[in-house]
């Protein structure tokens, strides 16, 4: 009876410890299960983070080269507004210096008119002159 009483409360006892044993195995699996999610997800948020970061760099080399281009385009636009200035300018003065031609020209042609005419004068009092000599002297002859 002993023996019995023996191996029953060893049962009994088998048993108390076997409950907390499977609850605590149980828990430990769970947390286990847990630990393995948990690593999961970081590795998910490791590569997502992988991700923007690639995608960050991307997006910043790509605002570089923008910024490079714009930078490069602005010098350009200078350089054409430079050089639209001057052909304006030229534009501008190119008129203005032919004018100034034009009114030199109009100044000595009207500066050979003035001449042609006084030339023309004197011709025609020279041919009167002429006229009048050579009837001097039909009169002298003929006296």
Request: hydrophobic letters at 35%; zero cysteines; charged letters at 35%.
């Amino acid at each position: 009876m002993v023996h019995e009483t023996s191996a029953h409360l060893i049962d009994e006892q088998k048993k108390m410890f076997e409950r907390p044993w499977k609850a605590m195995m149980g828990s430990q699996q769970k947390a286990a299960q847990m630990i393995g999610e948990q690593l999961e997800m970081i590795r998910q948020l490791q590569q997502e983070v992988w991700a923007v970061k690639v995608q960050a760099t991307e997006e910043s080399r790509k605002a570089d080269e923008l910024r490079r281009l714009h930078e490069q385009s602005t010098r350009q636009l200078r350089v054409m507004r430079e050089q639209m200035n001057e052909q304006i300018k030229t534009i501008r003065e190119q008129p203005a210096k032919e004018l100034e031609q034009l009114r030199e020209e109009m100044k000595q042609v009207k500066e050979d008119t003035k001449q042609a005419k006084e030339a023309t004068l004197l011709a025609k009092e020279l041919a009167k002159v002429q006229v009048q000599t050579t009837e001097e002297m039909k009169q002298v002859k003929e006296e």
